[in-house]
């Protein structure tokens, strides 16, 4: 009797779950609330605030808030208070919470050269909410344990013999049978209603495949790039990587988008001087007000200091931290700062400071002329206790913190040495140095006249590598197409 009340009672929950698709009409399992998942959403948010910088222009900020809003208006979902976010990282991405909250990095802004293809990136994910993706995958996923223990119960009470592991597993394959839908056929559903928001708010729905061409030739530039810098690519993993540009199941969605754009009255905007003009000035690759990385050297001109980071590293330069990983994940060193105290020496910093007092092998330092500690002690980190390598270094009135641990419990001594060659290269900046780490990449936008051409934009242009290949990909005429005079064109100088 008790099996059966628990049994109708879960189904009675997923039956319960079920409701209609504001967007799409459809019966979707979902086991939560619009307020539940607003809730949720916010949540996530301060969790992306903690991972990434909010773009420091208010302006275009406003401006993308403005674009944002302007489609979700005349989506299935207008009535959720939309929140439309510039992040400040070079990574080519958008992204999208449940209930409303939308990024879009400065770095695929740089791409783009239209408000309509602004609006196109920030509509498909308009689309992810108004369909509730995010909510889906999170209900299936609660679905996938609600139905594992009842593949647990039904197994040991009905069939004698079968273990529990049996009805996880039977359970397990349910789950994976309901999760496989979510990916292209997801995006794809995006893409149409992305595409349908576009042509309602009266922007041209082709701006939806101008963005594909154009985050397809970046991705394949960046490609390049990584392995030139011996690094893995930073692609874009959203929706525009799961279509060529000449996808015919795209082509449908926009054709639907264009039969709902005959129906109104409104002229198709395409803006490309309005979106110019605003990303004037915007920060193309590393901000260096956060530092910058040059292949295994991280430069901040604020703070004042360099390192070095070991080769073939991946390097993740966090608003309250830096973070550096082999690429095989198996250890980590994370670089912190904290204010100093004049009154403790940097060995007496780490034990009263950061509350180490059972600090092994620990010795005093002297690091390019700063005062410095290094020692061994136990630590808690995201993979539970860990014997850590642990480093201080006064640096004017800041302590920086160098910590290095393994996910093997036993694997200091694999990595111990890389962690202390580190922190042994960290300095402070020489004037000249502080004054080229401080300045940053921006885009210019000029207007061309009949001499302009990308080969006398790169001869000055600021890029370090692969100039003119650059210049063609954020002006979309990559890898070939001319200039022609009186356009506005972008360029890159600091």
Not at 32 to 59: A, F, P, R, T
Not at 93 to 109: D, K, S, V
Not at 289 to 307: C, E, P
């Amino acid at each position: 009797m008790k099996l059966r009340v628990l049994i109708l009672a879960l189904l009675t929950s997923m039956i319960y779950g079920c409701a209609t698709n504001p967007a799409t009409g459809d019966q979707d399992l979902v086991l939560m609330s619009e307020q539940d998942e607003i809730q949720l959403g916010k949540q996530h948010h301060q969790q992306v605030l903690q991972e990434y910088s909010v773009y420091n222009d208010l302006e275009l900020q406003n401006y993308v808030q403005y674009v944002g809003k302007k489609v979700a208006a005349k989506s299935h979902r207008s009535n959720l208070e939309y929140q439309f976010t510039v992040l400040d990282s070079p990574e080519v991405n958008a992204f999208a919470l449940p209930g409303g909250y939308i990024y879009i990095t400065r770095g695929l802004m740089a791409y783009l050269n239209t408000e309509g293809e602004l609006a196109a990136v920030l509509g498909h994910e308009i689309g992810h909410v108004t369909a509730r993706h995010a909510v889906r995958q999170h209900s299936a996923t609660q679905l996938t344990g609600i139905g594992a223990a009842i593949g647990t119960i039904v197994a040991e009470s009905f069939v004698p013999g079968i273990s529990s592991a049996g009805g996880q597993e039977l359970a397990g394959v349910l789950g994976t049978a309901m999760l496989s839908g979510y990916g292209r056929d997801h995006e794809l559903e995006a893409d149409r209603l992305g595409a349908e928001y576009l042509a309602r708010s009266g922007y041209d729905p082709d701006a939806m495949l101008e963005v594909i061409g154009v985050l397809k030739n970046q991705e394949l530039f960046e490609i390049k790039l990584a392995r030139d810098e011996n690094r893995r690519p930073r692609i874009y993993h959203g929706v525009f990587s799961t279509h060529p540009d000449n996808d015919t199941r795209l082509k449908e969605v926009v054709s639907y988008a264009y039969a709902i754009k005959e129906q109104s009255a409104d002229s198709t905007f395409i803006g490309r001087t309005e979106y110019l003009q605003r990303i004037d000035g915007l920060v193309f690759g590393e901000n260096n007000d956060q530092g910058m990385l040059k292949g295994r050297d991280f430069y901040h001109g604020d703070m004042g200091f360099a390192m070095r980071f070991p080769t073939g590293w991946g390097v993740k330069n966090l608003p309250d931290r830096i973070i550096a990983m082999p690429q095989n994940g198996t250890a980590m060193l994370q670089v912190l700062v904290q204010g100093a105290d004049p009154k403790l020496d940097p060995g007496a910093y780490m034990q009263q400071r950061m509350g180490l007092d059972r600090v092994t092998n620990g010795q005093a330092l002297t690091v390019n002329g700063l005062k410095g500690y290094t020692g061994t002690a136990v630590i808690n980190t995201e993979v539970g206790k860990r014997l850590a390598r642990l480093t201080v270094i006064y640096l004017e009135n800041s302590a920086y913190i160098l910590a290095g641990w393994t996910r093997d419990p036993n694997g200091l001594g694999i990595y111990n040495n890389a962690f202390v060659e580190t922190s042994r290269s960290f300095r402070p900046l020489t004037n000249a140095e502080r004054d080229v780490a401080s300045r940053s990449n921006r885009i210019k936008i000029l207007r061309a006249d009949e001499t302009t051409t990308f080969s006398t934009l790169s001869a000055s242009s600021t890029l370090d590598k692969f100039q003119e290949q650059q210049l063609r990909l954020i002006n979309d005429l990559y890898p070939t197409g001319d200039i022609k005079g009186g356009e506005l064109v972008k360029d890159v100088q600091n």
